[in-house]
Every structure is written in C-alpha cells, then in structure tokens.
C-alpha cells in the first residue's frame, strides 16, 4: 500500500518567519496550509534548535527529508523482502514505514536520540500498522540487541561512519549515509562490508543533511588576534568555497578544516579554521596581490593551497572518482581505487 507522508508529520512544524527566525506553524491554527507542506514533496521540518523553544528558532534539528533524497536513498539501499534494516534518525518514522514496506517479512529497527520525537513516530508507525521497533538512543552507537543487519541507513549526516555500524552489518550487507565533513554540506555514501570486517565504497551525489547531534561542527573563524603572519599570494583558489566537487574533494585531504566567506562575489574575503589546533587563515583579495594571513600553529591557507595544486593537477576529479575504506583504525578516502589514498595534507606546525 501507499504510505502517506501527511499521515507521519506532527501537528505543529517549523516554516521560515520574519527576521531570519523560524516559527511553528499549528494544524489547528492554519491547516490548509499545513496540509500543502505535509502533502508536498519539500523537506518540512519538525525541530528546531532541539526543541529548546516553543515559539522560534534558527537552526532545524529534525525534519522529513525531501522526496526525491528519499527515493534516491531507497534505491540506493536497494532493501529486499526479509532483510533486517536499521535507521539511524527516526525523525517522523515515515522513511521506517517505507522500509517497511520493502522488507516485508524483515525487521525494521529504527533509533532517535530525541524522546519527543521518538515518542511521536512509535505512535505514528501503530496507527498506520508498520511493525517497526523504536529505540530512543545515540545511533552512532548502532542498535547491537538486533544485530546483525543486512543494511543501515542514516537519514542525518555523519562527519565519519562510526565503526559499530559496520561491525553490526553482515558480510556483504550496506551501509547508506549522508557523509558530511567539515569542508562541505555532505553527499551521500553507499558501502558495502566485508568479511574481514573493513567496508569500501564511493560517493552517490550532493546530499545536504541536517547533522548527527555528535557530529556538528565546531564554528571558529576568529580573525582578530595579534600576531598573526602576513604574506601575499598570486592564487586566489575560490572554487572550494563555492563548488561542491572541488570543495569535497579538497576537504578530504583537509579534515576538520572549516570554511567560510565575506562577501558573494569575487571580492569575497576567504576564511578557514581549524577548531582543534585554533588556528585560523583569511584571504583577502587585491589587484595584483591578495593579502593571507595566518594564526596559529598551523599554517593553514599554505595547506590549502597545496590541497588545491593537487586538485588540478589530478584533473580537477568530482566526488564520483573519491571513495573510502573502513577499518577499525578509521576511515581512508582514495582517488579511484583504494590504491590511490588520499592521505591529509599539514605541514610543518610553527
């Protein structure tokens, strides 16, 4: 049967408000609007900032995706009659109920760390009669009381895939995520496990996702310290600020680098930090020049220039030619084959 998207989200969701604030919008209060978002393929959200305010927030923390993430997920996961998924990130248990459709005679588990909104979906997933377990808890930890799992998938993006998923996966099982490092918004990552408890895979297209609550970056773009180092530079390497490819691809060699700009043009001061080691980078663009300065003891616009060099001299490759291995030491991408690894750029610390 059809499952209905209208028939999984809560009564109250988030619409964009006046001054950059999102509001909630009550089915009591305005349903035919509320009913046109519910019906309608667009992401619609149903948390914001945790669900720290009743009345505004800024940031969503939940939301049902849009339909065509969806699809393209389902597809990507290719679930089968009698297979045992896991999701991670409930949300309003309408992705479960369409895994649920698929597996069938399969068990659906599916873990949300927020108890509100777990409590919402087990309630939605009874009254539409999808036979599918909730858990309320932190899924980078995977559910092990029902492993294993022929596939998991996460509707929230992961800044790495955490190792208890794939040991939770059997041999041959897969694994679908939204990958999101600090240097981009995310694309989406099919792998596939093996029986020596490593998973290889590659990269399915742009997928913006809001984070696992463990996951979300730390903002640091702090500018004003003294004693920062002043150079000049010929290149002005704009297209990781702007361009997914050339940003994904330049972030895997530049792990938990963040980026940021002032300005929309090619004006644009460009910036980039690094939480861990509090370093900090900015360009700023001149005629003939452009002024770089940096702090901390890292010496970050250098490393980022040496990502982008290698960028184009290996042909400027979008996220399709990148892939990664699993193994219980961490995570490693590769150009093409895994013979190629793509190992982090730092130099020299100051």
């Not at 694994?175 to 099919?190: E, R, W, Y």
């Not at 702090?295 to 220039?305: A, F, M, N, V």
Request: overall charge negative.
């Amino acid at each position: 049967m059809a499952v209905r998207r209208a028939a999984f989200v809560p009564d109250t969701i988030w619409v964009d408000g006046p001054d950059g604030w999102m509001v909630p919008l009550r089915r009591d209060d305005d349903p035919e609007t509320w009913s046109a978002l519910a019906e309608s393929s667009d992401p619609v959200a149903i948390q914001v900032d945790d669900g720290e305010r009743p009345d505004k927030g800024i940031l969503p923390t939940s939301s049902n995706t849009a339909a065509w993430l969806v699809d393209r997920m389902l597809t990507l996961l290719n679930v089968r009659e009698g297979m045992d998924v896991l999701e991670i990130g409930t949300g309003t248990g309408y992705n479960a109920a369409l895994l649920a459709e698929r597996t069938r005679t399969g068990r659906v588990t599916t873990i949300e760390i927020d108890p509100t909104i777990a409590g919402h979906a087990r309630q939605a997933l009874r009254r539409n009669n999808y036979p599918v377990t909730v858990i309320i808890g932190d899924g980078i930890l995977g559910y092990p009381e029902r492993a294993p799992y022929d596939r998991i998938i996460a509707t929230a993006a992961a800044a790495t895939i955490p190792y208890a998923w794939v040991e939770q996966t059997r041999p041959a099982g897969r694994i679908l995520l939204p990958l999101a490092a600090t240097f981009h918004h995310g694309a989406l990552l099919a792998v596939t496990v093996h029986g020596d408890g490593t998973a290889h895979g590659r990269f399915h297209g742009e997928a913006p996702f809001i984070r696992l609550r463990n996951h979300r970056p730390t903002r640091f773009h702090r500018q004003t310290a003294d004693g920062a180092r002043v150079t000049t530079t010929q290149l002005y390497p704009r297209q990781p600020f702007t361009d997914f490819d050339a940003g994904f691809a330049i972030g895997t060699r530049l792990p938990d680098c963040i980026t940021g700009q002032r300005g929309d043009d090619d004006t644009a001061t460009l910036l980039l930090s690094h939480p861990a080691s509090r370093s900090w980078a900015s360009l700023t663009p001149g005629t003939t020049a452009h002024e770089v300065r940096q702090y901390g003891p890292r010496r970050l616009w250098d490393d980022l220039e040496t990502a982008y060099r290698w960028w184009t001299d290996a042909g400027r490759p979008d996220h399709t030619r990148i892939g990664i291995t699993v193994t219980p030491e961490g995570q490693t991408f590769w150009l093409d084959t895994p013979e190629h690894p793509l190992p982090a750029i730092q130099g020299p610390a100051v």
